[in-house]
Every structure is written in C-alpha cells, then in structure tokens.
C-alpha cells in the first residue's frame, strides 16, 4: 500500500516466503513437523532471482533446488546457507514449482531416505538455484527451525512458498504514470490557449 512521507509517495515492495518440512518414516508416518515459518529473503534474493528476471537482465537466477543444513538463519546479505549439509552427493534436492495463486509460487521438495550415509541433526533450509554444492550457487531464501534429529532410513519432505507484491507494484507505478500523464495533457492545451 502507497504510504506518504513529508509529501513523498512511496510504494512497498514486498516478497513473503514460509516453509514446512515434514520427517517422514519408511511407513509415512510424520516424525517431525516444523510447521509454517517465515523465510528471510536475502538481498541477493531480491536483486537476482526478482529484480533481474523481472527486467531480463543478464545474472537473473530461478530457483531450481532446495538444501538442508545444520546452521542458523541466513541474513540479508547472506549469499550461501550456514551449515549446508554436503558430505555426500545428491544433498540438494531439485524442487517442483507450481503457481497456486496469482500472486504465489510452491517450491516442494523430497530427500529421500538414505541419501545421507549417517544420522544429520538438520536446523535449516534454503533455496538456490544450482544442484552441485561445488559450485555454490547463490541462496534466494532461507530459516531455521527446531533442531532435527534424521536417521537414515527416513525422509524429507518440504514445502516452501513465496508470494511476491512486486509485480503489483510495477503495475501500480504505471497506473501512476499514465495518470499523471492525463493531468499534464489536460492542463497542456488550457495553458497553451493563453499565450
């Protein structure tokens, strides 16, 4: 929503992410649920995986896959994932995307069990937008949790949803624009009659 400031306008640009991530046994059953949480988009996040693709820049990244770690919070110039767990190959999950309204995307992810040759204890998630931990990546998002303890022979699944107000507020500027326009036509001819 457009909030004024000393006689300037400003509009919010806003991208709320929450995740879930469910420990699931070998026969289904949840043996940990964190919940929903809110996700930390990183500057990076906003700048490369919004603000870029947006405009078609060159550097824009999309999300392609999940990880896990044993960290804390990314923060807002975080660029990786405290703690990213990558001992074993295949530790970064490629994720499925769907739309599941105007204005919010799903990111949902398996780590199936026995990936990991030993039991992890797991406090963290992000998304990024590379499979191969070698080569890094950059994190778009990320939190942490209640620590987890996972045993091999159980899975990962999780969820995670991003919904973004920018493209509202692109349309909104231009709606602006085109309306200050209007007002400058209007007065245009008024004033070119009287000289």
């Known amino acids: 929503m457009a909030k004024k400031k000393k006689g300037i306008q400003s509009d919010g640009v806003k ?24 996700n930390q988009v990183t500057n990076e996040g906003f700048q490369d995986y919004l ?14 896959y999940a990880m896990l770690g044993t ?29 599941i309204a105007s204005k919010t995307v799903q990111f949902a992810f398996t780590l199936a ?20 931990t070698a080569t890094a990546g950059t994190i778009f998002a990320g939190n942490t949790y209640t620590t987890s303890a996972l045993a091999t022979n159980q899975s990962v699944n999780g969820s995670l949803t991003n919904k973004a107000h ?15 326009l209007k007002k400058i036509f209007e007065i245009m001819p008024s004033q070119a009659l009287s000289y």
């Not at 991208?15 to 809110?38: C, H, M, P």
Request: charged share 20%; aromatic share 6%; net charge positive.
């Open 71 to 99: 960290g804390t919070a990314p923060g807002a110039t975080a660029t990786a994932l405290d703690g990213e767990i990558t001992d074993v190959a295949g530790t970064r999950c490629a994720v499925t995307p769907t739309t």
């Open 51 to 64: 603000c870029k693709t947006l405009s078609g820049m060159a550097g824009s990244k999309t999300i392609s």
């Open 15 to 38: 991208a709320r992410g929450f995740f879930r991530l469910q420990i699931q046994e070998s026969d289904g059953r949840v043996a940990g649920d964190t919940g929903w949480k809110e």
């Open 113 to 132: 069990s026995s990936v990991y040759s030993a039991p992890k204890t797991i406090q963290n998630v992000g998304l990024i937008n590379h499979s191969s």
């Open 166 to 180: 920018l493209l509202e507020t692109v349309k909104s500027k231009f709606r602006k624009f085109g309306e200050t």
